[in-house]
């Protein structure tokens, strides 16, 4: 039986360090703000805003959320948009996308501070990660894989790593983010010849496909420890990219989807937001 890799524990722990430096920070007269910025009444976007608030609220961090019309102009809402992001108790912005198509989406994104942009939409932060330079933030989601790697004490130093996804949201930057903590890595995606003979050497194996239950049991082994990154919806119920009554028995260890990078990633955005703060506590 393998290792199940939870992500409620690694959530929890992220969240108390979270409390503890809002705490400070208040203490130090600062009160740590996310702007939570929808455009128009999606039901996808109000579901995920009442997860972020509820979040935010769970350990205290202070939240506006501001919701501007889905037919506002471009002009309007860049005019907007500079307020939100130039107002001095905004620490981090939570920018709901896709945007309507009559908005220049990556124009906007640009407009967002980098050291404001706690969901890494800015292409400073992205170009930062990879550069290895520390003083950014990265996509939530590859961070969050790191951060459970870490937690259980999985070796990432010197492993052999294997990211099947080569997206400028999850694969290319966890790419990068491993390399930073000294593993070797292998991105493999749809054209790739043979990603089981990839996988199954693989000391670590993160997936990000969007195909529900597309890796059986054929493409690990015992040496896997294997993150399972994506989300779809099969026969009524959530499952990941990996087929987990098969893999589960044959790898090392695995995390669950649901139950599993989710929580972490939520928890790394709330993160980022407390961390923004926190340098404007330090100077």
């Known amino acids: ?50 997860r972020v608030k509820s979040n935010c609220e769970k350990v205290g961090l202070s939240y506006h959320v501001f919701v501007l019309d889905d037919d506002i102009t471009q002009e309007d809402f860049e005019k907007g948009f500079a307020d939100i992001n130039g107002s001095a108790d905004i620490d981090g912005i939570l920018l709901f996308r896709p945007l309507p198509k009559h908005l220049d989406e990556e124009k906007i994104c640009g407009m967002i501070d980098p050291k404001k942009d706690i969901d890494c939409m800015n292409p400073v932060n992205l170009n930062k990660v990879f550069n290895g330079d520390k003083d950014r933030f990265a996509p939530c989601t590859s961070e969050a894989v790191v951060e459970i790697l870490k937690y259980y004490e999985v070796p990432i130093a010197g492993a052999n790593a294997v990211v099947v996804n080569r997206s400028m949201v999850l694969g290319k930057p966890l790419a990068m983010l491993l390399l930073d903590e000294n593993a070797t890595v292998t991105v493999c995606h749809s054209k790739t010849a043979d990603i089981k003979a990839h996988t199954k050497q693989a000391d670590i194996v993160v997936t990000g496909v969007g195909k529900a239950n597309f890796f059986g ?23 990941g990219d990996v087929d987990f009554e098969q893999a589960e028995p044959v790898v090392k260890a695995i995390t669950p989807v649901p139950g599993g990078v989710g929580a972490v990633t939520s928890m790394i955005l709330l993160k980022h937001a407390v961390e923004a703060a926190w340098r404007r506590v330090n100077g």
């Open 217 to 239: 049991k054929e493409f690990f082994s015992e040496k896997n420890v294997v993150v399972d990154v994506g989300i779809n919806f099969a026969e009524g119920r959530m499952t």
């Open 1 to 50: 039986m393998s290792e199940i890799l939870k992500g409620a524990p690694v959530a929890a722990q992220i969240r108390a360090k979270i409390a503890e430096k809002i705490e400070i920070c208040r203490l130090k007269g600062v009160d740590p703000k996310v702007a939570i910025v929808r455009v128009g009444e999606n039901p996808d976007d109000i579901a995920y805003e009442k």
